[in-house]
């Protein structure tokens, strides 16, 4: 069978990887842009521009500025992938999840929220999104005393060590393997979750 | 004896403390600037402005403009209040340290490192200062294995506190005593100290 005469169906594997390539593409560009200018004076147009596409793909992926601009707030997805691990072995995942996400994809889950300051009005939004997807989520798996504080303190090693890798470079941090700063720095993490 | 037949000599006190305020000002307009325009797009009269006083008076304090950038893109002054402790208390002095500076200050001085990407290729001289007068200050200070990796990540650590109480503002730990943060804090970023 021929590729042309391949039948109509599902978006192959390929097709499915360049679509989220491509939302992945606006995501990061809208990100960029709303780290640096204020939300109004953003336009898709400048998105799309920043992303290589066009405007129009912006819009049949997300529907329209706000709902794009809303999606960048959201830490949801983020924090379902960074809290997969069983409440015994959470620090040391959350530490290799954010070292991979840096090693990978040059940012973390978490690192977003240092840019609050720079939103405006809408820095916000992105702190009360933090708050309840990533620290209300962390604290509802935990039980003992105090949660919410110790689910922020667990959560703000996890933020320094994405500074230290990602903004700071700190070489040591990131010529290091990630099992060794796991096993350095994950028990810190899982003291704040199983004291 | 008047207060205007007093003889010429070295400034008052409150003379002195209002030179001090003056050249905090004055820093904190210049760090303000700097974390939101590029270096080439700011003036000594827009440092001036916004901290309410003219700009020969800045020239006056800090030379000129590099010679201010050059002091708002050093960590040494911060780096010795950071450190001054001794090693076997040091975790716990340090955060201490970054809570009370957040407290009274309403930032820290680690956290200006975080606003590295905005300064285009300023940034990297942030960087490079910031590794020079803290993570290397703190690494000599260190003895036994990887000096240099452990001092990234017990920095790492405090960065994240200040992040969580300054930029992520998490309303349990604004809450929270500073000895109470000390005493579940201090104790992993001194682990990374004297394991």
Do not use: C, W
Not at 92 to 121: C, K, N, T, W, Y
Request: charged fraction near 25%; glycine fraction near 6%; avoid cysteine.
């Amino acid at each position: 069978m021929s590729a042309v005469s391949t039948p109509p169906g599902p978006p192959s594997a390929p097709a499915r990887r360049d679509a989220e390539a491509t939302k992945a593409a606006i995501l990061k560009a809208a990100r960029h842009l709303l780290a640096r200018h204020a939300h109004a004076d953003i336009t898709l147009k400048d998105v799309a521009d920043r992303a290589g596409v066009s405007a129009p793909l912006v819009l049949k992926y997300f529907g329209n500025k706000e709902s794009l601009f809303a999606r960048v707030m959201s830490f949801d997805t983020d924090a379902a992938a960074l809290l997969a691990a069983p409440l015994d072995d959470l620090g040391r995942h959350m530490v290799r999840h954010v070292l991979e996400s840096q090693r990978d994809r040059g940012a973390d889950p978490l690192l977003r929220i240092v840019f609050a300051p720079l939103h405006g009005d809408h820095g916000d939004v992105l702190r009360a999104n933090f708050r309840a997807h990533v620290v209300d989520s962390l604290a509802a798996r935990l039980t003992g005393p105090d949660p919410d504080l110790r689910a922020e303190l667990a959560v703000a090693q996890l933020i320094g060590l994405g500074v230290m890798y990602g903004i700071a470079r700190g070489p040591r941090l990131r010529d290091a393997t990630i099992t060794d700063i796991a096993d350095r720095y994950g028990p810190a993490v899982q003291t704040q979750l199983t004291p």
